[in-house]
């Protein structure tokens, strides 16, 4: 019987491509350890293997690109030369030239592509010669673009998904499954509206809704894809720029491959790239920089995963120089200037705002990879298409820390119903921190604002009504009884809502905004209730950005601002009474007291006091109000003190006397009372400090 090539070669395609991951993952690892003979011979075993193969089918370019890269390692292996990072380039790509071959098979049953270019540059590394990398990078880009739409489909469809099922074909699915779901919800409404309902017809029912939610599981999960997917050829990308920048790294990604819908997995690859860039980049230290802190010269970078409930969090650690955020506040002063006291006063958390702003960068010196006006902003607003969330962790010297936690369906989406005014709305789960009791919450108002205090912070608190527009404005000041406050988180930022009613949390199917809707920033998409109602999803992230709620009150900073100084004043008489009145009527009003029986006494307790203010009586023995005021101004210790004159007697010369020689009040005993006394001290006080 002849041999069918044709019966093995989706086989070796997929086979060829474990091998190819494999050898770069191990070009990877033998770069760290270069004198591992064990790495080294594997390598060898699975270039062999590939070769081998395509020999037996009759694929003579994937044979002669294997059989090229294998003299370059026998080199090596024969100690003829060193192995480099130019080696460690060539190898990558050869490896996509390959793949590109691969591609050619499945697509047009051949693999015949122009790879002289790469022969003759593994010809001549195995003789130890100079071959141009550069050359090669551009020709496998070159050659890549010429047929990108037809090789991208087929990456998605063939290649990357064994699941060969038309999207289109799972879209008419999902939404014949949503009609189900709709009349299942019309249909339990009006069994509802019925006095009696046989046990039987609600046993059926159960039963249906049960059905319909398995089913609409199974139809989402067709176009679910493993996430090693994207993070996998991660590898390659990663160790490349790590040689282009001269730093060497342990990169790890988990080998557990959670499932996540397609569409994320697409935007989710540049966001995760994004990162770990930046991390090696910013993060990562020069060899010397890190043999000097006592680090391990190589640096790492890992990326881990876990699955909680509908959604799935990466976390991208590296124990690089953390951020620099001395670096950060100099920028942000570069940038806002007008803001520069404030920004000087934040800390390292208020400082992270701006990692997030547009344009954002510290990087002095452009590169391959930074240098090019764009920052982190790329990422928060790609998260934000595919309903992401990010937290950012920061220690110096030790490393930084990068929380992405991502829906695993664009398709479906837990929220909760609410109530503003009789509208409903919903909020997406993953911006709700927490619901809070009105009643046991402390409310305060800083620079006309509302906020609550949470956690040890003072967060803004604002009426879903009043944001919304749909509300009457008088009301948002009144807190009804029946209210809830919602505690809202985006990019580590806390806001706290005021809303009418809290109705029903579900996991709901989602769909784009209506034409009519489209043009509400304020809204990211509606879902259907049970009654088959519109209701709109709240965009959470655009709603806080506009109400500029990126930094909030910390209390330890809110309360050394906001603590009311405790004033000291010096209260002069010979009368004891008078003394004792005037002293409760300071110290009633948070005022500290110190008394003195006349000008020499005064002058001795204010030689051990410091004091803000001075009441003092004109007729006393040993030195008298006059001298003790001559004295006063005489001193420069002294001569700012605000002085208050009590009198017996209201005498128009005598008042303009004092007043002439420094004194700023002139109160007269018979007209004394509390409020005017305390009055003039207030004003005399605030202007003293302004």
Sequence with gaps: MAFQKEAFTESFISETQEHLEQIDNKIIQLRALPKDKNLLQAILRD????????????????????????????????SRYEFTDSLVKLNFQISDCIRRCLDSIHNNQNDNIDADLFLEACKKASEGLFFDIESLENENKNQQSEDNTEKEESKSLSQISSIRIDLKTI????????????????????????????????????????????????????????????????????ETDAINLGKKINFTVPENSFLLDKVILEQLREIILHIVRNSLDHGIESEEERKSLGKDPIGSISITAQRHSSTIILTIKDDGRGIQFDKVRAK???????????????????????????GFTTKENASHLSGRGVGLD????????IKGRIKIKSQKDKGTSTELTIPLSLASQQG???????????????????????????????????????????????????????????????????????????LDTLMAVC???????????????????????????????????????????????????????????????????????????????????????????????????????????LSSNHVDLIVTDINMPRMDGTELLQNLRRMDEYKNIPVVIVSGLYDKDQEKKFLKAGAQKFIVKSDFERSNLLNSVKELIDGTNH
């Design 499 to 605: 809303v009418q009613d809290i109705s029903d949390y579900q996991n709901i199917i989602v769909y784009p905004l209506p034409q009519l809707l489209s043009g509400i920033s304020s809204l990211q998409g509606v879902v259907y209730d049970e009654d088959y109602r519109i209701v709109p999803i709240l965009n959470i992230p655009f709603i806080m950005q506009k109400l500029k709620t990126l930094v909030a009150y910390d209390l330890k900073k809110y309360e050394v601002q906001n603590q009311k100084k405790i004033y000291t004043a010096l209260i002069v008489d010979d009368s004891l009474t008078t003394r004792q009145i005037e002293e409760s009527i300071f110290e009633a009003d948070g005022y500290q007291v110190i008394t003195a029986s006349d000008g020499i006494d005064a002058l001795d307790k």
């Design 171 to 238: 879209n008419e699915l999902i939404k014949s499954v949503d009609n189900l779901i709709i009349r299942q919800f019309r249909f339990k409404n009006e069994l509802h509206s019925l006095k009696e309902l046989p046990k039987q017809l609600t046993d059926e029912l159960q039963l249906t809704e049960e059905s319909i939610v398995k089913l609409q599981q199974e139809v989402l999960d067709l176009r679910m894809l493993p996430v090693s997917i994207i993070l996998e050829p991660l590898k390659k990308e990663i």
């Design 416 to 490: 909760l119903f609410i109530k503003v005014d009789s509208r409903k709305f919903m909020i997406p789960a993953h911006y709700i921190q927490k619901i809070v009791i009105s009643e046991n919450t402390e409310f305060t108002n800083l620079q006309g604002l509302n906020y609550i205090r949470y956690q040890g912070q003072f967060i803004p608190f604002y009426y879903l009504s009043t944001i919304l527009g749909t509300g009457n404005s008088n009301q948002k000041n009144v807190l009804l009884e029946d209210s809830s406050i919602i505690i809202l988180e985006y």
């Design 378 to 385: 790329v990422v928060r607003n790609d998260l934000e298409k």
């Design 47 to 78: 270039i062999h293997t590939v070769k081998g193969t395509a020999r037996m089918l009759g694929y003579s370019t994937i044979e002669n690109l294997s059989h090229g890269i294998e003299d370059v390692f026998k080199g090596i292996q024969d």
């Design 332 to 358: 942000a002063i570069q940038l806002h200037p007008q803001d520069k006291n404030d920004i000087e006063k934040m800390s390292e958390r208020e400082l992270e705002q701006f990692i997030f702003a547009a």
